[in-house]
């Protein structure tokens, strides 16, 4: 029964030949090799030699090909032999089908170095980067392959796969993701890097390796949005998730591989790999790596991102302040270099004509949001809390009012800081850049140093006098319009009723101010009079001790100045109704001089 093998074979026909000889017993026992793809290749490799017929598919003619090589199965021992079989329908039928191809370069990890020598990983790889790179839109293949039988425009199917004008179901650059997904780490990079060559664009490859990164990291799919589609996420085809040291060498490889360019993959994704890169312990490069990555496009992330908690035994802080400290780093760097690559101009404190206002004003507002989640952490220590928040450039920062947020929250969650603690933390925000609700929860708090709290006051009370005299402004403009419309232009009803409206608004908004200015200044009489029954307890240098304190100047008669101003505004306001347009401009001069008198009462140090 042994001839069919001896005449197919070579290997087998020496092994029988000098067993034969060397045995004197009638039975004749052998030990081949080890064939490649196990006994049941062997079996398919023994029906083929006793005659049976054998259906070769892309699952086993990669199997077959390498034991019949390995047997040496050629035309010397037979026409039509395995080894011519299996290779024309492997360049026929294999390789001009990217289902096929996909599925014999799936088999070759079990008979690596066998088609390794035989070059059929080389051969498979080549087909399917050639497949990937094509246009899907100009044939049939491969996304009829995947997606089903092409229809015509009335929705019927094609006879015999023939196209008349149909266009395929899926005709996305990113048809092929789901199946390279299935190859191993090692094909799956030699892939890549065919494809690369082959000058597939790199945002591609980047789509292709973070849709590979999330089939076998786990921890990236916890987050994952439950409104998305959630199809692609399926689970790994072994049935459970790779080791934590294939994890580990998979992470360091997406890093490798992934280009260094801004917005190739979104910005979730990378803060996704970097949580999973904290948890694996992977390389410092490969952590530092990740890390200049999401600093390129941290305006493009989102307060939960940057919400990392600290992954180490000692659990210094609830959250990774230090590595958003990087980060941040990292984009100030970048945006420099932007920066003096586009010159732009300052005026008055605003930055115009900068391409990367708008980035770096989202990454202040961003930071400040991070600052108030992490203030209520007790062991966050006061150093990394003001160096990340002074990291922040001045220009970026239109308003002060998260900053201020962020600090009222540190100073409530860390009662026992001191006051020079307390005021060296206050000076990273500007009171200038206070809104007016800001202004009044500040002025109002007593989390904050005296120092702070009068300069809010004195900031406030500044920029109401500023809003009241530009609405003098625009009310002498208004009414003078309405003289020369009056003088030279017949007007309607309508009109004219629509602009007495405007002045009755104008002057509802300026006696708001008035009222609230005359608040101001009576809190600021109350202070003076609380500070002069300090000073008479104390001693007579009292006063001047706390005056230097609080680095300003401050007169005896200021309220009772402030007070006798506000009430000459009230006066000379009706005044203003009754009198002409000239004694409207003189009293408008009389007026601002008031005013510059009564600031002036308050002179910072």
């Not at 191993?184 to 000058?199: F, H, I």
């Not at 109401?464 to 009414?479: K, M, P, Q, Y």
């Not at 009198?579 to 401009?585: F, G």
Request: hydrophobic content about 40%.
């Amino acid at each position: 029964m042994q001839f069919p093998l001896l005449s197919r074979s070579g290997v087998l026909f020496r092994l029988i030949t000098e067993a034969s000889e060397s045995e004197e017993e009638e039975e004749c026992v052998i030990h081949p090799p080890d064939i490649p793809g196990g006994a049941k290749t062997f079996e398919l490799v023994a029906k083929f030699c006793y005659g049976v017929k054998l259906e070769l598919t892309a699952s086993n003619v990669v199997y077959l090909w390498c034991a019949a090589e390995h047997l040496e199965m050629t035309e010397e021992h037979g026409e039509g032999n395995l080894i011519s079989q299996a290779e024309t329908f492997f360049n026929q039928v294999v390789l001009r089908s990217w289902k096929d191809s996909l599925r014999a370069l799936q088999t070759c990890d079990d008979v690596l170095s066998h088609a390794e020598t035989l070059h059929i990983v080389k051969r498979c790889i080549e087909s399917l980067a050639a497949k990937a790179s094509t246009d899907p839109n100009l044939f049939g293949w491969p996304v009829l392959e995947r997606g089903g039988p092409m229809q015509s425009p009335g929705g019927s199917v094609l006879w015999n796969g023939i196209s008349t004008g149909a266009r395929p179901k899926n005709s996305s650059s990113d048809w092929w993701y789901e199946d390279v997904a299935t190859l191993s780490l090692p094909l799956y990079k030699r892939l890549v890097a065919v494809m690369e060559s082959r000058g597939i664009r790199q945002d591609i490859i980047a789509g292709s390796l973070a849709f590979y990164a999330k089939r076998y990291l786990p921890g990236l799919n916890r987050r994952h949005v439950s409104g998305e589609s959630n199809t692609h996420l399926t689970s790994v085809t072994l049935g459970s998730p790779p080791s934590e040291d294939d994890q580990k060498v998979l992470v360091e490889e997406i890093d490798r591989l992934l280009p260094m360019e801004k917005g190739l993959v979104q910005t979730k994704f990378l803060f996704g790999l970097l949580r999973t890169a904290m948890i694996l312990r992977v390389s410092q490069s490969c952590m530092s790596n990740l890390e200049k990555r999401i600093g390129m496009q941290l305006d493009q992330a989102t307060l939960e991102d940057l919400l990392m908690p600290t992954f180490s035994y000692s659990m210094e802080t609830l959250y990774n302040v230090d590595c958003v400290q990087r980060i941040l780093d990292h984009f100030l760097a970048m945006d420099q270099v932007t920066c003096a690559a586009s010159p732009c101009s300052i005026d008055d404190g605003q930055l115009i004509g900068s391409p990367s206002l708008t980035p770096i004003t989202m990454v202040a507002k961003l930071i400040d949001g991070y600052l108030a989640e992490v203030a209520p952490d007790v062991n966050l220590k006061l150093p990394k809390f003001e160096a990340l928040a002074a990291a922040v450039p001045e220009y970026a920062r239109p308003l002060d009012d998260g900053l201020y947020r962020a600090i009222d929250i540190y100073l409530k969650s860390h009662p026992w800081l001191v006051e020079s603690e307390r005021e060296e933390l206050c000076r990273l925000m500007d009171c200038q850049k206070l809104s007016l609700e800001a202004c009044t929860h500040a002025a109002q708090n007593e989390r904050l140093p005296i120092r702070t709290i009068v300069q809010v006051l004195f900031f406030e009370q500044l920029q109401l006098r500023t809003s009241i005299a530009g609405c003098f402004l625009v009310s002498d403009n208004l009414e003078g319009s309405r003289q020369l419309r009056s003088g030279l232009i017949p007007t309607n009803e309508g009109g004219w009723a629509t602009a007495v409206k405007e002045n009755q608004v104008l002057k509802v908004g300026m006696d708001n101010m008035r009222m609230r200015v005359s608040e101001l200044e009576k809190e600021c009489s109350n202070m003076r009079q609380e500070i002069e029954k300090l000073g008479r307890s104390k001693g007579s240098n009292t006063w001047g001790t706390v005056s230097k304190k609080f680095g300003f100047k401050i007169k005896s008669n200021m309220c009772s100045a402030q007070e006798g101003s506000v009430s000459n505004q009230n006066n000379e306001n009706s005044k203003v109704e009754k009198l002409k347009n000239r004694q409207v401009v003189k009293h408008k001069k009389s007026s601002s001089i008031s005013d510059k008198a009564s600031v002036s009462s308050i002179v910072p140090f």
